[in-house]
């Protein structure tokens, strides 16, 4: 499976951004998705991951409460919804695919390009 993600950019603190991923191919909804992130200078981090289905989602908890997954099966689209960001948050978000969703990096063979978040104070 082909992953780009989009829908980086500039914004607020407190502000809100959603990123994008979109999926090549029909295997999509085979996979469990995970978002992922890297400042600079830091390696890089779990975000959130989310199951086949959609029903099972789980977040660091460096966002939870604050950012939400979620999937598009007919729509082979992968979402991360990211509210009330804080400077911290800025990275480049990569989305990935998993056989099993997960929060380990090793668990993921497909990877998107990334997308840059900036979250200016």
């Known amino acids: 499976v082909q992953l780009q993600a989009c829908g980086g950019g500039l914004v607020q603190a407190g502000g809100s951004l959603r990123l994008s991923c979109a999926a090549s191919?029909?295997?999509?909804?085979?996979?469990?998705m995970g978002w992922f992130r890297q400042a600079p200078g830091k390696e890089r981090e779990f975000v959130a991951a989310?199951?086949?289905?959609?029903?099972?989602?789980f977040y660091a908890d460096s966002v939870k409460g604050r950012f939400t997954i979620s999937r598009d099966n007919a729509e082979h689209t992968l979402y991360l919804q990211m509210n009330s960001l804080k400077p911290e948050d800025t990275a480049v978000y990569y989305c990935?695919?998993?056989?099993?969703?997960?929060?380990?990096?090793?668990?993921?063979?497909?990877w998107g390009q990334g997308t840059l978040v900036t979250v200016s104070s």
């Open positions: 990935a695919a998993a056989l099993d969703e997960s929060s380990y990096i090793a668990s993921y063979g497909y």
């Open positions: 191919g029909r295997a999509f909804s085979r996979y469990g």
């Open positions: 989310i199951s086949w289905s959609g029903g099972r989602a």
